[in-house]
């Protein structure tokens, strides 16, 4: 019998999200997963439409990873010259910071960048948004970063609303105890610490990337709130779901990690320019957000048994949510091979990452705007800002 302590464990990687999620896409195939139908024979369409926006977008299909890097479209973050080290820790600390504020805008909100002029909204607003004020310092002494500080910096206003705004800011604080909480993992006491703690641990100058989620899952852990704790392990992005079964303490439980693995990947590149070669990059899996998950929804892949469920609010915990997600997960993986075969490429040359970002992720904000005027996700999702 596995003990609670290993079971839980055993959900704070990247192979425990895909393992569960592929078992949930199996279920859901053979109709035993409440609420959802599943038509594989749809695939390939979305296969075709993922193939064809990707050779449009990137025509040498010379593609980065999916990566919050893309994001700071209103000019190059302004990082410090010099040692390469210090280089990647700034890096860290700009990236982190800015993912973990890119949970879901809302359709109202948007940002005028000062230094450009721009308009931007969405991904692109919050993370040029987080750049601006990581540039202006106004985000070094998180433990005690005021809401108002957040709302000033994100030029929130009752024209302007911003979803989770409060909950963004109590997780920058919670991430500002954790960081002196643990000197172990935040190495000098900084949040760019963490690429010390890495490169401390590189296998001569290589690091696989599930290195990378792992250290997040643990250093970011406890700043999660109201995620399932049990026996005082923060479980984080993981949710129940009936339908998967275990005779140990891991049962019902659906590790996802969204927010942790966009994170895993928005670090490869300060890694690698800090001469750590980041290998083994698809032992991450896809994200589990709406833009992927929606995707398949627009598509006919996924169909709700009830149609009524697409105009009801839902909370991130819903076993109906937790399912899709899950599932958008394994979907991913089923795609990548037709994607490749379309384009022409090998596995080698075309890991998930860059199907995401080629891509799939928009593929599905082009469907979400033909099909809904605010262009949002298929559903209304409850969020509390820290989850998509």
């Not at 464990?9 to 279920?27: C, I, P, T």
């Not at 704790?229 to 992005?237: K, Q, V």
């Not at 590790?255 to 032992?283: C, F, M, N, R, T």
Request: with cysteine.
């Amino acid at each position: 019998m596995v003990d609670t302590s290993e079971a839980l464990h055993s959900l704070l990687n990247a192979a425990a999200v895909r393992e569960r999620a592929h078992e949930m896409l199996d279920l859901a195939v053979a109709g035993k997963v409440e609420g959802w139908a599943v038509d594989l024979g749809r695939l390939p369409t979305a296969a075709d439409l993922v193939a064809s926006i990707t050779r449009e977008r990137f025509p040498t299909l010379d593609i980065p990873f999916h990566a919050r890097w893309r994001h700071f479209v209103a000019g190059a973050p302004e990082l410090p010259s010099g040692d390469p080290a210090e280089l990647a820790r700034a890096a860290f600390e700009l990236a982190i910071l800015s993912v973990l504020l890119d949970a879901g805008a809302g359709p109202a909100w948007h940002y005028v960048d000062p230094k450009s002029g721009q308009t931007l909204k969405r991904s692109e607003g919050l993370a040029v948004a987080s750049q601006r004020m990581v540039e202006a310092g106004a985000l070094n002494d998180l433990a005690y970063l005021e809401t108002e500080t957040l709302a000033r910096g994100f030029q929130v206003s009752e024209d302007n609303p911003l979803l989770g705004l409060d909950g963004r800011v109590a997780l920058l604080r919670r991430l500002g105890a954790q960081i002196r909480a643990r000197p172990d993992l935040f190495v000098g006491g900084r949040l760019g610490g963490l690429h010390d703690f890495l490169a401390a641990r590189a296998d001569g100058s290589s690091l696989p990337a599930t290195a990378i989620l792992e250290l997040l899952l643990e250093a970011l852990g406890p700043i999660w709130a109201d995620r399932l704790m049990i026996d005082g392990i923060h479980l984080g992005d993981c949710w129940r779901h009936p339908a998967i079964r275990r005779d140990e303490a891991s049962d019902g439980l659906v590790p996802l990690h969204k927010l942790s693995q966009w994170l895993a990947y928005s670090l490869i590149e300060p890694l690698q320019d800090s001469g750590i070669a980041v290998v083994e990059i698809d032992g991450l899996t896809g994200l589990a957000e709406y833009r992927n998950g929606g995707l398949f929804v627009d598509m006919d892949v996924l169909q709700l048994a009830d149609p009524a469920d697409a105009s009801r609010t839902h909370n991130v915990s819903d076993p109906l949510i937790v399912a899709w997600r899950a599932m958008t997960v394994a979907l991913l993986d089923r795609m990548a091979p037709l994607v490749r075969e379309r384009l022409g490429v090998s596995t080698a040359d075309f890991p998930l990452a860059r199907m995401l970002e080629g891509g799939s992720w928009v593929a599905g904000r082009r469907i979400a705007a033909d099909r809904r005027p605010d262009g949002g996700p298929p559903f209304t999702i409850i969020s509390d800002g820290t989850v998509f």
